[in-house]
């Protein structure tokens, strides 16, 4: 399907910025919803089909409205990356140094409302969708309400496949680079001196998770990342730290578990054992809810269905194997 759109008042600055450095954010849109987009001047031609040339005009005029100054790619891969034009969801803001944080997919939106409905919940998700930094943005609000008096965030001190072997430094420079996207988060909503602030007034503090045992956690705002990488037993300790006033967010990634082959992960186990208890809420983001490069989005897909094949071929091999089996004759009796 062909749909031709002219821009008006034609405006050239505004052309421009829409179209960004050598048509860059065009081939960003073009990218992320598989069109073709050609222009000249004001008039533009998208070729697609009916439902990916309709949202690429949708974006295209919302990004033609907001073209009264250069556009940050940035801006276009999230505007992409939201529902229908790139709209955000419709929900209240979190307030942070970098002013509102706000869903921008129907899925976020759930996650955010099911942390201030539930004391427990669980965001499960791939890489991008947003699980670790909405929850950090929910746990800074809060402590800016007052609503908790401090923020712990954990996570299990796991490489990704490989062999870091002894790191130099005293404790909390061995378990620095584990932690790291956590402060990544914490420096990027609240300011790198507010957070050193937080830290001295004991407000704020960063723990690997070996470090929750025996604890429990009154009047906090506790964050469980990476949460794919824990044990059962691990998480069972975790979840029984949750003390009175207190909230807790569980995040992670099912299909990136660094554990070894033959050990199940927490938050399957979890999943399954809590997915009918009251007062816990589990919430599943998908692709659609990744908001980094329009690629990342495409890359997750693709592995899920390589997953899915994967699963699939053995299955059909493990039915051939019991098909090959003899089965035992029946002996009938002597007459």
């Known amino acids: 399907m062909i749909v031709r759109h002219t821009f008006s008042p034609p405006n050239n600055n505004r052309l421009d910025n829409l179209c ?106 791939p890489a991008g969708t947003g699980k670790t930094y909405l929850a950090v943005a929910c746990a800074v609000d809060a402590l800016e309400r007052s609503a908790v008096q401090r923020i712990v965030l954990t996570r299990p001190a796991v490489e990704a496949g490989e062999r870091l072997g002894f790191l130099p430094g005293d404790l909390n420079q061995k378990i620095d680079p584990y932690l790291r996207p956590l402060y990544d988060a914490l420096y990027d909503l609240m300011g790198f001196d507010k957070v050193q602030k937080a830290f001295e007034r004991n407000a704020l503090e960063v723990a690997p998770l070996a470090f929750m045992r025996g604890r429990t956690l009154n009047n906090a705002f506790v964050i469980l990342d990476e949460a794919q990488n824990t044990t059962p037993e691990q998480m069972k300790m975790f979840l029984t730290r949750l003390g009175f006033g207190a909230k807790a967010v569980i995040t992670g990634d099912v299909s990136q578990i660094d554990l070894p082959k033959d050990q199940l992960s927490g938050l399957i186990d979890a999943e399954r054992v809590l997915k009918r208890t009251k007062g816990i809420a589990i919430c599943r983001l998908t692709s659609a809810d990744v908001v980094r490069h329009p690629l990342v989005a495409r890359i997750v897909d693709a592995y899920d269905t390589r997953g899915r094949s994967d699963l699939e071929a053995r299955d059909r091999e493990l039915a051939l194997d019991e098909s090959a089996v003899p089965r035992p004759r029946s002996r009938r009796s002597a007459t």
Do not use: W
């Open 20 to 125: 960004g450095p050598m048509d860059s954010h065009l081939r960003t849109v073009e990218t992320a919803l598989q069109v073709s987009i050609a222009h000249r001047h004001e008039q533009f031609k998208i070729d697609g089909s009916k439902s990916r040339t309709k949202q690429a005009l949708e974006v295209l005029q919302a990004l033609y409205e907001m073209a009264v100054r250069p556009i940050n790619p940035e801006t276009v891969q999230l505007m992409l990356a939201g529902d229908g034009a790139g709209q955000e969801a419709d929900t209240p803001g979190l307030q942070s140094r970098r002013g509102e944080v706000r869903a921008r997919t129907s899925n976020q939106a759930s996650y955010l409302d099911s942390i201030q409905q539930h004391d427990i919940t669980f965001g499960i998700g």
